[in-house]
């Protein structure tokens, strides 16, 4: 006879007691943790302002062809539905400037108003689910150079301004309504693919920039402003103007919430480790969960390593309350649907792992000097019964368990991503 849930579960959860681990307490923490899943995966960072847009001049690329990608408003929604049917717990949708609703009236970058997303707000209100927003300083003619808020002509820089001034505008709008702040993070392209002379001139032109945008102060519990940092982007291999040093000073002078891409930084660089060195001085963290493979930063999220790495410093800080997480990535030669499932319950199971690690165990072994304990315990952790547990939060979420979730995905692309032109 094989075992039930019931029984499994029952079991795990002494094994980790055995370890004075309390599943139960684990799976209360996860539930209030939200996940900023990010609109762009469906349609492969094409927003809505052209019929046919397509990502382009950003220093970022999507590649594949997967059939069934989402072309219009509607069926994006249809998408995401989709995957919250999919997922346990509940979640916030973050938002790029190119998804308004721009039905039959388009609006230039500098034109976009809260009303442009309205039909976003209605959605989000119905399930629940916070939102939070970005600037798109990308696929748009006045960034086809490669600069925008660092552009040396000074209308190109004063257009991008308006644009993410306007951006902070909606985006408080939605935190007003949902009563929860909303993040704006604000990422830029800027960045040359050869030796450019003028690196100075160019950084003092974006933080001029970043002052002119964020001279209007909105309430912290509508708005809370984020800037992310880049190594390199295709076409952007040998500077990138918003690097780390850059967004770190100026996070920490103006106090913003500074953005770490897992993608952004250095192959064998740990973001992990950041988190306890910016803690310390920085109020709060945006995290854009990712995974980089060589050149590009942005392949579907997998429960690895340096996912568990991550979560494990985040729980070990006792820092979930400062640290949010978004999502980052596109795959358009996969299911997206299947993409997005992939990623959101690999990083909340990186993080249930994290949950339910003897993290009273281990610093007391550390105290006492056990190096050789504390490694061992570490490595066990490893095979301990994480499904059974993650199990029992799907069902207690009414979310398929286990692998069932992959021929719903394969369901939902015979019935509805096959049947779309
Ligand atoms: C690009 C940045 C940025 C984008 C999104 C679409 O390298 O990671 O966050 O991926 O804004
Ligand atoms: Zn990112």
Redesign the pocket.
Known sequence: MPLTHEARYQDACERYQERSVDPEAALEHLACVPISI?C?QADD?GGFEHPDAALSS???QVTGNHPGKARTLAELQEDLDEVLRLVPGRHRLNL?AIYGDFSGKPADRDAIGPQHFTAWMDWAAERKLGLDF?ATLFSHPLAADGYTLSHQDASVRAFWVNHVQRCREIGAQMGLRQQSPCVH?L?IPDGEKDQPVRRQERRQWLLESLDAIYAEVFPAEQLRDAV?C?LF?IGSESFVVGSHEFYLAYALTRKKLLCL?M??FHPTESIADKVSALLPFLPELLL?V?RPVRWD??HVVLQNDELNALMQEIIRAKALGRVRLAL?FFDGSINRIGAYVTGIRATQKALLAALLEPTDRLRDLEQHGDRFARLAWLDEQKTLPLADVWNEFCLRNEVPSGAAWIDEVSRYETNILNRRG
Do not use: L, M, Q, R
Request: hydrophobic share 20%; charged share 25%.
């Open positions: 990010h762009w960072v950003g220093g970022i790029h970005n993070n990422w992310e880049k982007g891409d993608g952004h854009h990712s930063s942005d980052d």
